[in-house]
Each structure stands twice: as C-alpha cells, then as structure tokens.
C-alpha cells in the first residue's frame, strides 16, 4: 500500500501499524513523514498469513493506525485525531485436496516390479473443519491399492498416512514400462472437502514374464563406459558395464554370483552381436528386491583412427528396450 499525508504537518509525524487479528502479518511497522517528505509516498508492507485454513475468498482482516507528533492535533495519544483501524482484504489461496509422495526413493526408476509394491504418504492439503474421509480405488486390474479409505480428523489433518499399491503378479507380457491409475475421492461434512476434485495417482510397472538368468531378473538401471588400448594398428576397446537388476521375490541371489544377460551391441563400426553378458553380482539388496553387479567385453576396432567409434556403442536388454550409450567423455 502507499501512504502519504494530505496536508504538510508543522512538526514530524510517526504512523505506527499494528495486527488486531491473525490473519496478515505487517512488515513495515512503521512510517516517518517531515515537512519535506509529506507529499512523498511510503510504501506499508503487509503479507497474507498462510495458516492452512480455507475460508470464502477475499475475506477482512483488520490493522491499527496510530500516530505519534510533537503537534498534538497528530498525536491519536493526547490530541483530535484517535487511533483507527483499517480493513484489508485477503485473497485465499489454500485448498482442499491431498498431497500424495513416494515414501522412499532408491537409485531407481519409480516402475514398480510385478509381485511388488510401493508406499506412498498421503496428507490434506489443508485445516478441514470437521473429518474428511478419502476414498482409493484401483482403476486397473493390474494393481491392488490398501488401505481403500482413510480418515483424517481436523487435528491430525497434515499427519501423513501410508497408501502401497500392488502390482499385480500376472503372466501377461506387456511392454514395459506400462501405467495403472489409483482415483481419489473425497467425502466430508466440510462443504470445502465434500466432493473435491483430485487428479488420479498414476503409477508406472515394470514386467517380469519374461526375465535374464533364469532367476526372474530385469534390468532396472545400468550404465555403461570404456577405455581404450592402441596396439599396432587397431583399437581395443574394453566396455565395463554397470548395471541394476530387479529380481523376482523367492529369487536366491548371492554376492559373486553370475547372472547371464542377453544383450545386443552395435559397436558403431557396422559391426552387431548378440551375446550373453556374464553379470557378476556385487551387492545384495533382499529388502528392495535388487542386486548391482558389473560385467566387461571387449571389441577390437580395425583401425586405429576409430578410436571415437567406441561414443556411438549402444547396449539394448530385449524385454525392456532399454538403451544404453556410453558416456561421451570416455577417452
């Protein structure tokens, strides 16, 4: 807001700015005007308090003027002219709604493996004034969602509750990764929250029928560099393949074990081959269903000036399609 005085005072004049309610917060406490600068507006600061209340929109808050002077007719504590309020008006922004996240996050894709799940917290997006019941309901039938309903009391309103969907262990092929939709609906005796529109939780799967290794694995993340070595006059390029598996629960993987995985390479030379890779398993994940492991192969360039070639390689898993480029800066 701009403040100024509509008439030059004789003596200085301190306007002072106070909050009658909670609903603004002031700023700028307060305002010096003299004889010269009484025509100049000053600008009076004052913020919306976000209190997580939904209320009709623009609704009054209430400030205190008062004003202190040498010349009593300026002074609201002895003179003519008593202290005043002002009304604001302030624009609500808050909503009602959920806020839905990922319990946790891993070095992972967010896809959820068949025969698994993942949490999700799930609070209100603000204060309800009486019990909001939400409702869950899977859209496919590739997921299981628990709870269905949760309840959430105007106390507790922003105390998150836990929400896990399944993915369904089936033995249909699909294209991974592949989407499954959770609605979302709202029941309550708060006219804000009875009814209120929320988009859908949509989550991403990944498929397992059809594995590598024999033990029910995917790839879930993987990455890939090299080196290189100029002998005579051809390059030898040595690949070291790092990759995430996701392994079916039941699967026993241990560390130093080998897990064959099928891969096709194109090595930027005109040159394809198929080959199973021998993952050797580094770590162990039981809890997360994966295991981490690394594997190198080698290809022998024909010409030495090719020793760029290797920044073009792709590595492609069959059952995810998920392709691999090496790291440019690898020289």
Known sequence: YAVDLLHQPTHDIVLTFDEVDPYVRILTRQLHFTKSNWSVAQDLLVEGVDDDVI????????????????????????????????????????????????????????????????????????????????????????????????????????????????SVDDEVKMESPYTAAVGIAMTSSDRNYNGA?????????????????????????????????????????????????????????????????????????????????????EQVFTDQGIVMGSAHISHTYQRANEYGVPYLVIVQQCCRSATLRNNAGTR
């Open 197 to 281: 529109e929320v988009e859908n939780l949509v989550v991403t799967m990944e498929d397992n029928d059809e594995g590598v290794g024999g033990i029910g694995a995917m790839v879930r993340q993987a990455s890939l560099t090299w080196t290189r070595d100029v002998s005579q006059s051809r390059t030898t390029a040595l690949f070291h393949l790092q990759v995430t598996l996701g392994i079916e629960e039941g699967s026993i993987v241990t560390p130093r074990q080998e897990i064959f995985l099928p891969l096709s390479w194109d090595f930027g030379d005109g040159q394809l081959k198929d080959v199973a890779v021998s993952i050797e398993v």
């Open 55 to 166: 209320r009709d929109s623009p609704y009054p808050s209430v400030i205190s003027l008062a004003s202190q002077s040498d010349n009593s007719s300026y002074d609201s504590s002895v003179g003519d002219l008593p202290a005043a309020n002002l009304t604001l008006l302030v624009a609500e922004t808050d909503k009602a709604g959920v806020f839905i996240n990922v319990k946790e996050v891993y070095q992972l894709p967010l896809d959820i493996p068949e025969g698994r799940s993942r949490a999700f917290l799930v609070q209100l997006r603000s204060t309800p004034v009486a019990q909001v019941r939400v409702h869950f309901t899977a859209l496919n039938e590739t997921i299981i969602v628990e709870p269905t309903v949760m309840i959430f009391h105007p106390s507790e309103w922003n105390i998150s509750q836990e929400l896990t969907v399944h």
